[in-house]
């Protein structure tokens, strides 16, 4: 697996990291996956700054797995600003969140995001859930190239 095929999952819970974590393993997903634990990390990951300052900017994550409610920049927040940037607004982007607010639904899509699913409460479906994203997102869709020049 190269390093392009990286999962950025981007999730504040514990719980719901180690859920996501195992069901991408349990649904036999092998691509690497780095864990930003706030809006603030995931942005630094994405742009190379803070601890990530010598990350490869040429190589981007195949798929980002965006909770919405975030400590120090929000989901929205950070879709945002991956829409506003040139380097990532095509980067296939995924809410996988609990929120049931239908305003968070729709400012996302209005924000570009190419997915959003709500976590299932039950463990069973949240596995297939994960197991259905992992599918689609990283076998079936074919991602946009890369940005030329970023």
Do not use: C, H
Not at 62 to 74: H, I, N
Not at 77 to 106: G, H, Y
Request: glycine share 4%; net charge negative; hydrophobic share 45%.
């Amino acid at each position: 697996m190269t390093i392009d095929n990286v999962i950025l999952l981007v999730e504040d819970n514990p719980r719901d990291e180690e859920l996501t974590l195992r069901a991408l393993k349990k649904s036999n997903v092998l691509n690497p996956v780095v864990v930003a634990r706030d809006g603030v990390a995931a942005l630094d990951y994405l742009f190379g700054r803070g601890a990530y300052a010598d990350r490869d900017l040429a190589v981007m994550p195949q798929l980002v797995l965006l909770d919405l409610k975030l400590p120090k920049l929000d989901g929205l927040e950070v879709l945002e600003a991956l829409r506003t940037d040139e380097r990532t607004r095509l980067l296939p982007v995924v809410a996988l969140t609990s929120s049931v607010e239908e305003q968070d639904r729709i400012r996302s899509y209005r924000l570009g995001i190419n997915s959003y699913v709500r976590k299932p409460v039950d463990f069973v479906q949240f596995m297939e859930a994960v197991r259905q994203l992992g599918l689609y997102w990283l076998v079936l869709n074919q991602p946009a190239p890369p940005a030329r020049g970023a």
